[in-house]
């Protein structure tokens, strides 16, 4: 199962009155819940291995902390507390309510991709202006590997969190989502609060442990 199909599955239900070929909405969830887990291990690992590496080098300068790196902290804030409010009107049956929420969560999304990639052009170079000598050269280079590597796994989740998301718009402009069928939107919602969870963690991981 890949990360989409675990967070977009069921994403179409069908009404009651038809024969309903699509899985429960509990398999949707349950898939949500295994991609959560194998990804929090995954950027644990990666976390720890940062931390390790900069450990390593504590004369590394510390890494630079643009202002857009609060704006972009906020977007992602503030898009979880919307993609809360949206599971709350689906649950509602509130359809104004929700395209409003959905629209918001969108545009949130790609701002924060957006700020995010401002934000990693200027405090990646300076970490690493300094060449490695010597014996200190493969240790330094795992260092770098697993800045970028945490740094890109984020992006790269974020970027895949916006096709369920898509998938999500779609079906609330179609009107599909209602109090029996809204367990899509809040499995997308659970995936962007992880994704939250996580750049919180990175944060004080990178910008003030590291």
Same mark, same amino acid.
């Given at each position: ?31 949500? &819940?295994?991609?959560? =887990?194998? #990804?929090?291990?995954?950027? /644990?690992?990666? !976390? +720890?291995?940062? @931390?390790? %590496?900069?450990? *390593? ?5 510390? &890494?630079?902390?643009? =202002?857009? #790196?609060?704006?972009?902290? /906020?977007?992602? !804030? +503030?898009?979880? @507390?919307? %993609?809360?409010? *949206? ?124």
């Amino acid at each position: 199962m890949t990360p989409n199909e675990g967070l977009v599955m069921n994403a179409n239900p069908v009404s009651s009155a038809k024969v309903n070929h699509t899985l429960p909405s509990y398999a949707g969830t349950f898939g949500t &819940a295994v991609v959560i =887990v194998s #990804l929090a291990i995954l950027f /644990a690992a990666s !976390i +720890i291995a940062y @931390l390790v %590496a900069r450990h *390593a080098h504590p004369d590394l300068p510390q &890494a630079a902390t643009p =202002v857009g #790196l609060w704006v972009s902290t /906020a977007l992602l !804030i +503030i898009l979880s @507390l919307t %993609a809360h409010a *949206a599971v709350g009107a689906a649950r509602q049956d509130n359809q104004s309510a929700l395209r409003t929420t959905v629209i918001i969560w969108s545009v949130l999304a790609v701002g924060f991709l957006v700020a995010q990639t401002a934000n990693w052009i200027t405090w990646a170079p300076p970490l690493f202006d300094r060449p490695p000598t010597g014996a200190e050269s493969d240790s330094l280079s795992f260092y770098k590997m697993t800045f970028y590597v945490l740094t890109g796994l984020h992006a790269a989740h974020v970027v895949g969190g916006l096709i369920p998301l898509a998938f999500v718009w779609r079906n609330t402009m179609a009107g599909r989502y209602t109090p029996q069928t809204f367990h899509p939107v809040r499995n997308c919602a659970l995936y962007w609060h992880f994704l939250d969870v996580v750049w919180i963690v990175m944060f004080l991981a990178i910008f003030v442990i590291g």
